[in-house]
C-alpha cells in the first residue's frame, strides 16, 4: 500500500544555490495596503520583500522586480491574491531572523500604509561552487516540470548533481517544516546520490528505488490547501559528506517528522555555514 501524504504549505518564492561566508544585512520595505488585501497579507509581504531589499542592497540583483497578479471569480465576486518573486532575482539568500520584524502601520490620504523593517543572516550566491539540478515535477519525467500546483496533486522531485554526494530535502509552511527526505522509513539526516545520476524522488515504483526498500516505505506526496492560494518552500539541501538534521518530532506512523519553522530556520543558518553545504530552495504554488 502506498503512502499519500497531506501537507500544508506558505510562503514566498525562490530558486537557489550558494556558498559563501555569512553577512548581517538589514533593510525596509514601505506599501499601500489593497483594500482586498487582510492585515496578515500586507504584513507577510511588506516583510519579505524588507528581506529582498536587505539582500539586493547588500549582493545585488540580477535583473530587476517581478510580481505576478492571481485573479479568481467566485459567486459572482473577483479576488485578486499579489505574489511578489523577487527574491529569484536577487544574488543573495535570506537565512536567518536576527531581530524580530519591526512594523508600523499608518494612513495617508484615505488609505492604509504599512512599513516593515527586518534585520538578519544572509550568504551571497556568488560563486556557488557546484550547480545543482533540482526541479519539482507532475510526473516521473523532466518535461512535467511544474511550479504550480492544484489541490491534491501530487509532487515529485527530481534531483541531479555534477558530484557524488548526500542530499536531504524539507518543506516549510512558515509554521511547521517537514522532513520529506530521507523518507520516513529511513534512519539519519541524508541520503547517498551519485554524480551525475537523475533522481525521480516521491514515487513508489521499482524503477525510482534507490535505497533498496519496499514500496511502501517510499513516501509519495500530495498537495492541500485551505486557502484560495498558498505558496510554500521546498529546501533541498547537498554536501559532499553525510550531514545531520535538526532535532524533529516524531508524529508516529504515515506523518513525516517535523520541527517548527523558527528551530528549523535556526538550524538551517548554522548548517550552512559550513564549507561545502549548498542548498536549493523552490517555491510551491498551491491553489484550489
Known amino acids: 500500500m502506498r503512502i499519500i501524504l497531506t501537507v500544508l504549505i506558505i510562503v514566498t518564492g525562490v530558486q537557489l544555490t550558494y556558498s559563501q561566508k555569512v553577512r548581517r544585512v538589514s533593510g525596509d520595505y514601505t506599501m499601500r495596503v489593497e483594500s482586498n488585501m487582510s ?4 504584513l507577510n509581504q511588506a516583510v519579505q520583500q524588507a528581506k529582498v531589499n536587505a539582500l539586493a542592497n547588500e549582493f545585488g540583483t540580477r535583473v530587476g522586480m517581478m510580481n505576478q497578479t492571481r485573479m479568481e471569480n467566485a459567486n459572482g465576486q473577483t479576488n485578486t ?10 544574488k543573495g ?30 550568504r551571497s550566491l556568488e560563486n556557488s561552487g557546484i550547480k545543482l539540478d533540482v ?21 515529485i522531485l527530481y534531483f541531479r548533481s555534477p558530484e557524488s554526494g548526500y542530499i536531504s530535502a524539507y518543506i516549510d509552511d512558515k509554521s511547521t517544516a517537514f522532513m520529506t527526505l530521507p523518507y520516513m522509513s529511513m534512519d539519519g539526516g541524508s541520503v547517498p546520490i551519485e554524480a551525475d545520476k537523475e533522481y525521480f ?3 513508489a515504483d521499482e524503477k525510482y528505488n534507490y535505497f533498496n526498500q519496499e ?3 517510499i513516501d509519495e506526496y500530495s498537495l492541500y490547501t485551505p486557502h484560495q492560494y498558498e505558496v510554500d518552500l521546498l529546501y533541498v539541501l547537498f554536501s559532499k559528506t553525510a550531514f545531520s538534521k535538526p532535532i524533529l518530532q516524531n508524529n508516529g506512523p504515515g506523518i513525516p517528522k517535523t520541527t517548527t ?28
Open 135 to 155: 526541479k519539482t515535477l507532475k510526473c516521473a519525467n523532466v518535461n512535467c516540470k511544474s511550479q504550480e500546483f492544484v489541490q491534491n496533486e501530487g509532487l
Open 39 to 42: 492585515e496578515n497579507e500586507a
Open 215 to 217: 514500496l511502501h516505505e
Open 81 to 90: 491574491s499579489f505574489r511578489s518573486i523577487s527574491n529569484s532575482l536577487v
Open 201 to 203: 524522488f516521491f514515487v
Open 261 to 288: 519553522s523558527a528551530s528549523f530556520n535556526n538550524w538551517l543558518a548554522e548548517i550552512m555555514s559550513y564549507e561545502n553545504m549548498f542548498m536549493e530552495v523552490i517555491d510551491i504554488n498551491i491553489s484550489k
Open 93 to 122: 539568500i535570506w537565512l536567518k531572523d536576527l531581530e524580530e520584524p519591526e512594523i508600523e502601520k499608518f494612513d495617508q490620504d484615505g488609505e492604509r500604509w504599512i512599513k516593515a523593517k527586518v534585520v538578519g543572516r544572509a
